[in-house]
Structures are given as structure tokens and as C-alpha cells.
């Protein structure tokens, strides 16, 4: 399936080949984001990655292969901002801002690619599978932050962590999709303090 067999293939052994993935999903991005996903083919990708046609299957074996390893690595990029590890934030508000904020910078470098993932979403099991693996992951991240914030004290412990997570997190992702895909104007820095203040008061974050 296309989502396993993107996550099982083993990288490549070399410096060279690692290289040589890296342009393929590079220029698998390209071509993906210019001709859509159904339309897309191998041979632009392998032309656009400047290699031979046959140099392709050395390291996937489809065009669902190589689309699933580009989404696995943006989400990747999406998923560990590791926030509080770079900027030494302990205050929940300015950490839940910097982590609001991380994702929706990243959101937006990743728009069209991100469009393209919920389309693909509809009509293939397997991209349905991942996105819905990406969004528990999502999920969970946030549920620890906010099980830490109930233990503390400072979140309302009468909320359910996961479902609590679930919620915000679906909040922030669709306001992305609305404002880098579907153009919808808000201010990104008004977008930013909106998101952050409703994550404040749905956990009832307790002032310091």
C-alpha cells in the first residue's frame, strides 16, 4: 500500500543515494504541485529530478510511493517543531503561541502541497489512512501538553485531553487550509493571537 511501503523502504545506505532520494522528492514536489496528482507522471518527475527514467524505480516503486514520502516528510516538519526545546518557552500561553505560530509558518510554505494531500485524501484508502495517522499524531502531541497543564493545575481538569486535542487541533488546521488554500484574508498575525487566545480559554488556562 502506498502509505507502508513509503514508511517501510529502508533509506539509502550512501551519502549518494540519500542525495539521490532527496532530488527525486524534490522534484516530485515540483511536478506534483504543477500538474496535480492524477495527471502527474514519472517521467517528469525523473526529467525534472534530471535523471534517467530508470533511476526512479531504485528508489520507489510508484508515483503513490513517492507522493506518500513527500507528505511523510512535510508532516514530519509539521509535527516536531520541538517548540520548547529551541526556545527555552516554559510559559503554557507563549508556548501554545510559538507552537500555533510554527505550524501555521509552516502550513503556509506547504499550502499547495497540503491542498493536494486532501484531495488525494478522497479517493485513495491508503492517503485517507495517512491522513487521518497524521491528524491522531497531531492529536496526541497535544494531548500530552494539555494532560502536563492538567496536572500542574493550570489547565480545567474537567476536559478530556485527547478529545480537548482533537478539537484545537482540527480548529488550527482547517483556519490554515481556509486562509492559505482557500486565500480567505485574515491578517496572519490576527489569525495567530486569535487561535491562541481560544486555545487559552477552551483549556481555561489559569494565569501565572
Keep these: 500500500m502506498a502509505g507502508e511501503s513509503a ?18 522528492i524534490a522534484a516530485a514536489r515540483e511536478v506534483f504541485e504543477r500538474d496535480g496528482y492524477l495527471d502527474a507522471k514519472i517521467a ?7 535523471m534517467a527514467a530508470g533511476s526512479f524505480y531504485t528508489y520507489f516503486d510508484s ?7 513527500l507528505v511523510e516528510q512535510v508532516s ?10 529551541r526556545s527555552g518557552i516554559t510559559d503554557p500561553r507563549a508556548l501554545i503561541e510559538a507552537a500555533n505560530r510554527d505550524y501555521l509558518l509552516s502550513y503556509k510554505r506547504n499550502a499547495r502541497l497540503m491542498a493536494l494531500f486532501e484531495q488525494v485524501a478522497q479517493i485513495d484508502e491508503n492517503f485517507r ?9 497531531f492529536a496526541q502531541r497535544n494531548a500530552r501538553m494539555i494532560r502536563e ?39 496572519f498575525e490576527k489569525l495567530v493571537t486569535t487561535l491562541t487566545q481560544l486555545w487559552v480559554n477552551a483549556l481555561q488556562l489559569k494565569s501565572e
Excluded at 508515483?63 to 514520502?69: G, H, L, T
Excluded at 514530519?76 to 526545546?85: A, G, I, K, Q, Y
Excluded at 482533537?166 to 488554500?181: D, E, Q, T, Y
Design 7 to 24: 514508511s517501510r523502504r529502508a533509506a539509502p545506505p550512501t551519502r549518494r543515494g540519500q542525495r539521490t532520494r532527496g532530488a527525486l
Design 76 to 85: 514530519e516538519e509539521m509535527l516536531h517543531p520541538h517548540v520548547r526545546e
Design 63 to 69: 508515483k503513490e510511493e513517492i507522493f506518500a514520502a
Design 149 to 187: 497543564l492538567q496536572e500542574s493545575g493550570q489547565a480545567s481538569a474537567d476536559l478530556d485531553p485527547m478529545i480537548t486535542a482533537h478539537a484545537l487541533s482540527s480548529m488550527v488546521s482547517r483556519m490554515a487550509s481556509m486562509v492559505f488554500v482557500q486565500k480567505q484574508r485574515i491578517p
Design 44 to 50: 517528469d518527475i525523473s526529467k525534472t529530478a534530471g
Design 129 to 137: 489512512r495517512m491522513r487521518l495517522e497524521r491528524g491522531k499524531a
